[in-house]
């Protein structure tokens, strides 16, 4: 016959189990996403990005845009997928500090 306390501990032992297969995945799916997504750029659609100009806004005045082999080659974005156009804009844009 069991004892209370041994239903007790079967079910605290249970407990913690089921705690831990639940929280464990979990915990590494945090750390994997947290990985990739730094290291991983949006789409052009996500930032709505265009190849013109937004007013006097564009790519080659933005802190996150990377310059091409010339001033009027296409270049890349820290943060936007793809080749730019230094005439560009998106919604990331975040103007150069001077």
């Known amino acids: ?31 994997l996403a947290g990985t990739t997504a730094a290291q991983a750029k949006g789409s052009k659609a996500q930032f709505k990005y265009q190849g013109t100009p937004n007013g006097g806004k564009k790519c080659s005045q933005c802190s996150f845009f990377t310059a ?5 080659a296409d270049g890349s974005c820290k943060i936007v997928d793809g080749t730019i156009s230094p ?8 103007a150069k500090s001077s």
Request: hydrophobic share 50%; aromatic share 6%; charged share 15%.
């Open 1 to 31: 016959m069991r004892s209370m306390k041994d239903t007790a501990e079967k079910t605290l032992s249970r407990r913690a189990f089921m705690g831990g297969v639940i929280a464990l995945p979990a915990l590494a799916g945090m750390v």
């Open 68 to 72: 091409g082999s010339s001033a009027t």
């Open 87 to 94: 005439n560009g804009w998106c919604t990331a844009f975040a």
